[in-house]
C-alpha cells in the first residue's frame, strides 16, 4: 500500500533468487547498505511481489525455480519492470549449457533492465534501478 | 432522562420501561444506548472504507495478482491449509492419550455394544447398591 500519493516515486522491488551463486545478492545487499542509502529516494526491497514495483532476479533460471518465477511475475500489479542482474541471469554464465537450466531469465519473462557484471557493482546496480524507475515513469505516463 | 434500573432485579412485564431510539438505558452495570451503537457503527465502516480505499488499486481482479504471495509456490485448497481443531488440542489430546486410547476404540458405533455396555454398567450398580 503506497501511503500517500506522494510516494507514487518510490520504487519498491522484490527480489528473486533464481538459483544464483549468492554473490549478486552479496551485491545488492551492498548497494542497501548506508554507504549507498538508496532507502533515502524511497527505495526498498519489499517481502512480497504484491507490493513491489521492479522485480530484481539474479540467477539464470534453474528449472525448479521456473514456474516460481513466472508466477511471482504475474502477482506484480502493472505497471511492472524487471531488472536481470548478473552475467547468469543475462546469458547463463558459466552455467549456459547446463542440464538444469530453463534461463536465460529473458526466455522465461519479459526483461526491462540488464545489469552485467559477475557480480555487478553496487553502482551498477544503483544505475540499473535508476533506468528502471525512468523506464516505469514512462510506463505510468503511458508513452511506452 | 435516561431510565434507571438496579442490577438483578427482574421487573414484572408491565412495570418495565418503555424505551426510545435516543434513550439511555442505565442497568446499575452499564448503560445502553442504540444510537450510540449506530453512530460507533457508521464511524467504524467510515475508517475501514478509508483504509480499504488507499489501497493498491492496480490489482487486476480475478488473477494470479489477488492470490496470497507464498513464496512463489502455488496457493493450496483451502482445505489443506486450514488449521483443524485436532491441532488446537493435540497437547490435550496427548496428554490424555492412555485415556483415549481406551475411550476411543469402545466407541464403536454399533447399538448393541451400547447395550451391552448400558446392561453391564447396570449390573455392577445393582450389585453395588445391594450387596455393599
Not at chain 2, 446499575?28 to 460507533?40: K, M, Q, R, Y
Request: hydrophobic share 45%; with cysteine; charged share 15%.
Amino acid at each position: 500500500m503506497k501511503p500517500t500519493p506522494y510516494f507514487n516515486r518510490s520504487l519498491w522491488a522484490f527480489h528473486f533468487n533464481s538459483g544464483s551463486c549468492n554473490g549478486c545478492e552479496i551485491e545488492i545487499v551492498a548497494a542497501i547498505t548506508p554507504r549507498y542509502d538508496p532507502e533515502r529516494f524511497g527505495i526498498k526491497l519489499v517481502g512480497s511481489p504484491r507490493h513491489a514495483d521492479v522485480l530484481v532476479v539474479t540467477g539464470p533460471v534453474v528449472k525448479k525455480m521456473k514456474d516460481r518465477l513466472i508466477r511471482v511475475y504475474n502477482q506484480i500489479p502493472d505497471p511492472k519492470v524487471v531488472m536481470c542482474i548478473g552475467t547468469c541471469g543475462i546469458s547463463g554464465g558459466v552455467f549456459y549449457d547446463s542440464y538444469n537450466l530453463e534461463g536465460p531469465v529473458d526466455e522465461i519473462i519479459p526483461v526491462d533492465v540488464y545489469v552485467p557484471g559477475c557480480p555487478p557493482r553496487p553502482e551498477a546496480i544503483i544505475h540499473g534501478v535508476v533506468t528502471a524507475l525512468a523506464k516505469l515513469e514512462r510506463l505510468e505516463g503511458g508513452s511506452v | 432522562m435516561p431510565l434507571q434500573t438496579r442490577a438483578g432485579i427482574l421487573l414484572p412485564f408491565s412495570e418495565v420501561p418503555e424505551m426510545t431510539l435516543i434513550e439511555s438505558l442505565s442497568t446499575g452495570t452499564g448503560f445502553w444506548n442504540p444510537l450510540a451503537w449506530l453512530i460507533a457503527v457508521v464511524v467504524a465502516a467510515v475508517i475501514v472504507y478509508l483504509i480499504r480505499h488507499r489501497g493498491e488499486p492496480g490489482y487486476k481482479k480475478g488473477t494470479i495478482q489477488t492470490v496470497p504471495f507464498i513464496s512463489g509456490n502455488p496457493e493450496p485448497d483451502k482445505e489443506m491449509v486450514h488449521v483443524r481443531a485436532s491441532n488446537l488440542y493435540w497437547g490435550y489430546l496427548d496428554a490424555l492419550k492412555g485415556y483415549y486410547d481406551l475411550i476411543v476404540p469402545a466407541h464403536t458405533g454399533v447399538l448393541n455394544d451400547y447395550m451391552l455396555w448400558y446392561l453391564g454398567i447396570m449390573a455392577a450398580l445393582f450389585v453395588v447398591v445391594m450387596f455393599i
